[in-house]
């Protein structure tokens, strides 16, 4: 009877196999192109949407849309480097709408879409399909990336009221004061 060959024996002839077999090249992401729909398709009803997702490379702050497409029901959560970020809506299911671009999905009011902001960075976004449309085990939506300049913060109506009223206040006490020292100045008394 031959002895089993030492522990440490397999472990170098299994290192040695590994570094030999042809590297696998990973999945690569898709990458997102700024201003343009982009297709991503789904198959075996709820789960991950097939692919490595798409990179999107953000020199500044963007908008990044995401809708269904064809048929209603279907509903997706979009995460942005591994962490959710946002889930698009549940619509009812099973309608053809006769969207099958981009555009027309995300003007079709009874697809679910949804949106979301990032900063300047380097992202990756996956899609999980959430619920699949009555009758469907596949499907397809879209995603776009646009430029989304920041915007200055517009002051609520009651905050620009609060500071009229305020301004009003000041006008009206510095003149009731010049009034008084006109009249204490005429009077020849020293305010």
Known sequence: MRAPPPRRSLFCIATLLA???PARPLAAQLPLAPATWSLFEWFLGVGP???????????????????DAGATGDAYDVFVNGVFRVGTPTVPGGTLTGAFDGAAAWAEPGLSKGEFFV???LYTITLAVREA????????????????????VVPEPATVALLAGGLLAIGLTV???ARAAARSARRGVRV
Do not use: C, K, N, Q
């Open 49 to 67: 949407v097939e692919g490595s997702g798409f990179l999107l490379d953000a020199t500044e702050r963007m908008r990044v849309r995401v809708t």
């Open 175 to 177: 003149r009731r004061r």
């Open 19 to 21: 570094l030999a077999s």
């Open 133 to 152: 449309g009555s009758g469907f085990d596949f499907g397809e939506g879209f995603i776009r990336a646009d430029r989304a300049p920041v915007v200055g």
């Open 119 to 121: 900063d300047p960075g």
